[in-house]
């Protein structure tokens, strides 16, 4: 993801959050549930019940900063679970003001009423986006998922940026420490959640973006085996690629370890004798000015032995249904935000403006014939490239690749009037772009936010899928249009129906043959 792109990114998550959140429902009476560490003290609602900021691991600091994540030490007494507990460290965006607190690897647990151990209901564990460098689980309101589709939803922190992704030889974990966090929550679920109503045995792996593409990285991660049964990729296609510049996806360890080498130097550590306990002296809100823009997991390891993309096409990927997609218009917030900082997309701009992106002199002078700019639509066409390259054509091939061994359902969110993410006014109508689905799946940054009767409809049916598909394996009911397995289903509010145009339309031949 380029610099302009992770500063979206993080601008769209900060229009959720900051946004001010609606009065819960008064509790009716507080809800204390016992954990294999302690007992924990949640909030009842109107339908359900919430248990916030509840710790999944030790708290990342001291030595164990860049360690693997330690199950918590437990507790006396009753601990408070009615609030969320601190974002993991992030430069300002979705958290105002950012977060430096280490103490970070908490969960949150939202339960329909009815559920508990004598009646477990099924599990979605959800991963946030943001670029892996921002981005909290508290943003995601699930009330209305876990209540429509009587489901009960955990949603994750787990450590970003250098704190989550630094490789250093001789460290272990390098390169995967955000990546084994996600593992030690799914850990926590198996134990915990019948606890709160939950089916161990019925655990849905669910993620947006950085999320998606952490879905795809313990879909091809061996310690991952035998933590979660089937998985849900909302705009984070397995296939993408590191030459692409606004996917997160994966880079080998020796790259990583030559960014954290360089990250070292940077905090006035590379030269020291022990640079491990240099860094762990160095405080966070330093680590965080020096860290790169972009930051991904690392492949080459023992948690993640080989790209995630070259894994699922060689069919070396845990065997679990698969539900995946992106959004028609992905690309359209980029290049939004591209063109609002002073870069317009004309004619006369546009071979530099795809040189600078694609720096092969061949394949920009293909993509700038296959995408001509006419006077008056230059930034849709920059979303379009953005779109189709990073997200809609590797979408189509890693559904490709899934189908030939596990069953994969396929959709394409198309409501070209979703909600706005931000408050400003953008240069050209964004359609369905990058992170739109999501309000129609939670409630983000505590809110709601103004959907028309229709797009209500829309969100009632989304949810209906998604939970369905994680109850059963399908999401198809008695109640929503059929959603076929060979064909990817049109989410609009206008019509929810299946489609096989989409690669014609994304120009999916044309990236085959670009390569």
Sequence with gaps: MTTLGCALTVALAAAWSTAPPTEPARPAAATTVRTHEGLVRGTAHGGYRTFEGIAYAEPPVGRLRWAPPRRPAPWSGVRDATRPASACPQPPGEVPGGSTDEDCLHLNVTTPDGAGPAHPRPVIVWLHGGGYTSGAGSSYGAHRMATRGDVVVVTVNYRLGTLGFLAHSGLPGSGTFGLADQQAALRWVRTEIGAFGGDPRNVTLAGESA????????????????????????????????????????????????????????????????????????????????????????????????????????GRFRRVPVLIGNNHDEGNGWAAGIVRAGHPVTPGTWPDVVASFFPSPGQAKAIVREYPVHRTDGGPVFGAVIGDSNFDCPTVHTD?????????????????????????????????????????????????????????????????????????????????????????????PEHIVPTRTAQLRHHCAFWNTLG
């Design 211 to 314: 999320g998606g593409y952490s879905v795809c990285a313990q879909l091809a991660s061996p310690v991952a085996s035998g933590l979660f049964d089937r998985a849900i990729i909302e705009s984070g296609p397995c296939t993408g690629r590191p030459d692409r510049p606004f996917a997160p996806s994966s880079i080998p360890l020796s790259r990583a370890r030559a960014a954290g080498a360089d990250l070292a130097a940077k905090v006035g550590c590379g030269s020291a004798r022990d640079v491990m306990a240099c860094l762990r002296r160095v405080d966070v809100p330093r680590l965080l000015a020096a860290q790169g823009t972009d930051q991904q997991p690392a492949y080459a390891t023992p948690l993640l032995p080989g790209d995630p993309a070259a894994a699922i096409a060689a």
């Design 400 to 492: 490709g690749l899934l189908a030939a061994h596990v069953p994969v359902w396929r959709y394409e969110f198309a409501d070209e009037h979703a909600p706005p993410l931000t408050s400003d006014t953008p240069p050209f109508p964004l359609g369905a772009p990058h992170a739109s689905e999501l309000p129609y799946l939670f409630d983000l940054g505590g809110r709601p936010r103004d959907l028309t009767a229709a797009q209500h409809r829309l969100a009632d049916s989304m949810i209906d899928y998604w939970t369905r598909f994680a109850r059963t394996a399908d999401p198809n009911g008695p109640t929503s249009p059929h959603w076929p397995r060979q064909t990817v289903l049109s989410l609009a």
